[in-house]
């Protein structure tokens, strides 16, 4: 069923993408949060035209198999509710591996969040006993570098680019007993985006096993 009224309310939800949820695809990862809109039996607005879907925005897409904990989401309604009644409706309906952890209304004609993010925060957790001096010298000279080339498929071809103003920042601290610990800072914006896989690659550790999380998402707005 769909609703042809017109938006009266905007909500910003922070939420988190957990391990049962990991391996689901943007895609899916939309249309649970269809379902969970349908459930919690929210006034979502409708786009118009032919094929009408709920008007909501998720930031920045999580590469699968990464796990986010400020993630972002913006949702339209067509009658107003507070924050906490939407919460309320909320809650219930979320799936395992996925949680809402804030809440709060937004301006109604604010720009797009995939427009206004610019960068992202990434922590890796590699296992590996190679020494810690030797991963250091190779995150120095990849942050040395003018440029650090790769490939990765785009529109069904292979495509060279270049990986280097995409990262914005990197370190690495030891973990736990055969662990390295990576915190990296990349570019997450309408002009190019970095990925964690193709950091771990250049750095040769991306054979190793591992996990990675988002930790943090930067805004426009943020400033």
């Not at 049962?20 to 899916?28: F, G, Q, R, V």
């Amino acid at each position: 069923m769909t609703n042809d009224q017109d938006p009266g309310q905007r909500f910003r939800l922070r939420f988190a993408k957990g391990e049962a949820l990991k391996y689901i695809s943007h895609l899916d990862l939309a249309r649970t949060w269809e379902r969970v809109f349908r459930r919690a039996g929210l006034p979502v607005a409708y786009s118009r035209g032919f094929n009408p879907r709920p008007r909501f925005q998720i930031a920045a897409a999580l590469p699968v198999g990464v796990t986010g904990w400020a993630e972002y989401l913006d949702v339209w309604l067509t009658v107003p509710v507070t924050c906490e009644e939407a919460l309320s409706r909320l809650q219930p309906a979320l799936p395992l591996g996925l949680e809402v952890l804030d809440i709060e209304e937004v301006e109604l004609r604010a720009p797009a969040l995939q427009s206004q993010v610019r960068a992202a925060d990434y922590r890796a957790v590699v296992q590996s006993r190679e020494p810690l001096a030797a991963v250091r010298t190779r995150v120095e000279a990849l942050l040395d570098a003018s440029t650090v080339l790769r490939k990765r498929h785009h529109k069904g071809r292979l495509r060279a680019y270049d990986l280097r103003p995409l990262v914005k920042g990197v370190t690495v601290e030891p973990g736990q007993t055969g662990e390295l610990v990576l915190s990296m800072r990349l570019q997450a914006s309408p002009e190019g985006a970095g990925r964690p896989d193709a950091v771990l690659e250049a750095l040769g550790l991306s054979l190793a096993p591992h996990t990675v999380e988002r930790t943090n998402l930067y805004f426009e707005f943020d400033k």
